[in-house]
């Protein structure tokens, strides 16, 4: 029996996929057009010398940004599509394991985002033509890239593990991603700044953003050995999600009884709301008659909680730079990571609801009722 069945067929289906091939095109499309509007700004402010550094930093900047979307876009719904379409009992009828398809499909959702980050790479490495940047520093923020894709895509595949529904998965991946990432530095830089001993900074290590923010000089030269336990935290988290979701599979894959999932509070934090069963379904019906396809998405989870979620998480953010950040480096700060991030999370949030709507209602049938 070949080892790993699911991984040999994923990566064979994938390898026929035109998209798999398109990605990779369309990545280097939009790689070169961002860094042409990128460089050319930088240069009228700098002058043609010394460019290389922050032009390499703005290209890294968005590309981490779209390595932590990537578990919400490609492996968040890879395994709960297979529970509602009822597929995914078939493979545990036979002698495959949780590890044999969470890593055939782990495999096969990461192939394209794999693709595509190696496409980048020579885009950013005109940066070492340009000057101001090193080789160490160039293949450093390339692991710290590859972890922190790896780390995202590992928590797409444990939510998608345990949870049904599509969006709520996705909203549940987001929130993970988010908490992990930007929450666990946050609250150990807010804890350093409020006394708490130092030892408690081992607790970001987690978070791919700390490897990302420690692979650029001077950074690095200041503790070389933080970036590579950073690392290795990040990357062995991102391997126990992994074993998680092979895990809890077998567990999670049947339909619960009466047609009512169990869900864990990942997956379902975003549709709680402050009324009861009742007055929802009351508020429900008199949307019917008025607005089918509000009446439609009222049913799933409450985006207008994740978005001020957002909301609430950027000003804390905001004030916590205001107040604790010195002027210089606190506008700094807010213009690269209190500003950019948090209104590309909100622009990404509703033009993924606006693309996946029709196509889940299409699926099941909602679009011609």
Known sequence: MTFLPIVDRELRVAARRKSTYRMRTWTVVVALVLGCFSLFPVMLMRGPGGVGKPFYTTLTGFAFGLCLLAGALLTADCLSEEKRDGTLGFLFLTDLKGYDVVLGKFMAMSLSAIYGLLAVLPITGLSLLLGGLTGGEFWRMTLALFNALFFSLATGILVSAIGRDSQRVMGGTLGLVILVAGGL???????????????????????????????????????????????????????????????????????????????????????????????????????????????????????????????????????????????????????????????????????LQACRFFIEARRNGALEM
């Open 185 to 351: 530095p946050a609250l150990v830089k807010a804890g350093l700044a409020m006394g708490v001993p130092a030892g408690w900074e081992c607790l970001a290590w987690i978070s791919p953003y700390y490897a990302f923010g420690k692979a650029l000089e001077p950074m690095y030269l200041w503790r070389p050995a933080v970036y590579w336990w950073a690392l290795l935290a990040s990357q062995l988290f991102g391997w126990c999600l992994l074993a998680m979701a092979s895990l809890a599979l077998p567990h999670r894959w049947q339909e619960r009884r009466g047609g009512v999932e169990r869900v864990s509070v990942l997956t379902q934090w975003p549709r709680r709301r402050g009324k009861g069963a009742t007055e929802r379904a009351r508020a429900r019906e008199e949307l019917l008659p008025v607005n089918p396809v509000l009446w439609l998405m009222s049913n799933g989870p409450d985006l207008r909680r994740i978005a001020w979620v957002i909301v609430w998480v950027w000003g804390a953010v905001v004030l916590l730079v205001t107040l604790l950040a010195p002027r210089e480096i606190g506008g700094f700060a807010l213009g690269w990571y209190g500003v950019r991030p948090f209104g590309f999370l909100l622009k990404w949030l509703l033009a």
